[in-house]
């Protein structure tokens, strides 16, 4: 379903590692068996590499570039992961974002709750929501 409502699938590891500290042969079986998930899954492979926690080094993304895939990161983070209030969320992550941001989220109960509130704060802003492949394309600047 998020496939076809036209999401992008990206790979975010398979066992949430620090990328750091991990040697050439397991940062590259990191993001492979976690390719070969989606792909037998969905039947997408993901174009993205967003190393947990945002921790990675050279060869973390040497390698991501091996297998065809570009390593990134966010700009803005929710820090939902703290379960902040909802609203107090919402309008810092408002006032962080600017054009070209991609900002960090996971399914918490904060981000549902201000969810809608960042989107339209956002919107308000100006700005336009769009996917990372869009966000980072050449095409988007006018």
Known sequence: MIVEEGHEIG???YTHPNMKNLSRERIREEIVQTNEI??????VKPKWFAPPSGSYRQEVVDVAHELGQYTILWTVDTIDWRRPEPTGMAHRVI???GNGSLILMHPTSSTEAGLAMMIEGLQNKGLKLSTVGETLSENRIQ
Do not use: F, Q
């Open 11 to 13: 790979n975010h590891a």
């Open 38 to 43: 989606i792909e037998e899954t969905v039947g």
């Open 95 to 97: 006032a962080k974002a």
